[in-house]
């Protein structure tokens, strides 16, 4: 009797440890947000393509603040290749930006860096036109860099913190793993990682699908 209540003990201690690693290697678990080509523009270029006195109008609210505007225009690249009905989000910034996608360069017959958002010297010129006029970027253009938006608390429980760079895993039919991903934390943030089309595509991954954060 006292030895079947040992082996019993043993295999509760046994199965306890093993739940105990499945969490340990289960990883954080993060949302999946599917970002589409779009643009950033200064007040100043806003008025430029729509109108003297014209502001962006809001069409459904993002995070940190941020809004997809019902304004779209048309980017042209360097060949005159032109895409069309690229939608614009707000609020306006301090530096105008257009965020494509690997394919959308090979459209446009264009060389883009991947960057983070924000780092835009030495990126690739672009041209935007709009309703009421036509502006030229210097520079601008970029593949954004995959990266994972978290709250300060969403960074602690993952055991991680702003600037970061991880890995993750998407366990679907393509198992594909992401490396690279940026870590960027703000408290106006949700938990959600971005990647853009391409990579979505490539890696049979929709918006509302999760991955897991690797170590």
């Known amino acids: 009797m006292e030895s079947a ?22 990883g ?11 643009i950033h523009l200064t007040q100043e270029h806003v008025e430029v393509l729509f109108g003297k006195g014209y502001h962006l109008t809001k069409k459904k609210d993002l995070m940190g603040g941020q809004f997809a505007s019902n304004e779209m225009c048309t980017i042209v690249g360097l060949k005159l290749r032109a895409i069309e009905n690229v939608r614009i989000l707000g609020p306006v910034r301090k530096a105008s930006q257009v965020e494509v996608s690997a394919t959308d360069a090979i459209k446009l017959g264009m060389k883009v860096p991947v960057r983070e958002s924000g780092d835009i010297k030495g990126s690739a010129p ?10 030229y970027l210097k520079e601008g253009c970029i593949v954004a860099m995959r990266h994972i938006h978290m709250s300060p608390k969403d960074a602690e429980a993952a055991g991680v913190k702003d600037g970061d760079i991880v890995s993750v895993k998407a366990d679907n039919e393509r198992g594909t793993i992401f490396n690279h991903v940026k870590i960027r934390v703000d408290k106006s943030f949700t938990l959600e990682m971005h990647i853009d089309t391409d990579e979505a595509n490539a890696a049979q991954i929709a918006t509302g699908m999760t991955v897991t954060i690797i170590k």
């Open 5 to 26: 209540n040992n082996i019993e003990q043993i295999t509760r201690l046994v199965i306890q440890a093993l739940d105990q690693n499945r969490e340990k290697d289960s």
């Open 28 to 38: 954080f678990v993060v949302p999946i947000g599917v970002s589409a080509r779009h």
């Open 126 to 135: 672009i041209a935007l036109v709009g309703p009421k006029g036509a502006l």
